[in-house]
Nanobody, 114 residues
Framework: QVQLVESGGGLVQPGGSLRLSCAAS????????MGWYRQAPGNERELVAR???????SYADFVKGRFTISRDNAKNAVYLQMNSLKPEDTAVYYC????????WGQGTQVTVSS
């Protein structure tokens, strides 16, 4: 079993930046994919970005060119650098790890507002 703890959310103005962090513990040796999802009120949870153990990344179209996912295998952590934030990026952001099954963090709120 994998435990995930996110941090780094908050309130930011449009055009600003935030960096989310996710620390993994537990059965980390079995993780082969980590990623970030988000869920806004009234919407379904949607994929934002993901990264494999080897470092291959993929992004949702709505964040390409603005967000960057990275992974530090030595620290068992994954990060999401979010630049040029828009009000529509407001959501709870969840870290996930795939290791046979899927593990989820508790989520961190990101609010983009002036």
């Amino acid at each position: 079993q994998v435990q995930l703890v996110e941090s780094g959310g908050g309130l930011v103005q449009p055009g600003g930046s935030l960096r989310l962090s996710c620390a993994a513990s537990g059965s980390i040796f079995s993780i082969y994919l980590m990623g970030w999802y988000r869920q806004a009120p009234g919407n379904e949870r949607e994929l934002v970005a993901r990264v494999t153990r080897g470092g291959s990344t993929s992004y949702a179209d709505f964040v390409k060119g603005r967000f960057t996912i990275s992974r530090d295998n030595a620290k068992n952590a994954v990060y999401l650098q979010m630049n040029s934030l828009k009000p529509e990026d407001t959501a709870v952001y969840y870290c996930t790890a795939i290791s046979g099954g899927a593990s989820w963090g508790q989520g961190t709120q990101v609010t983009v507002s002036s």
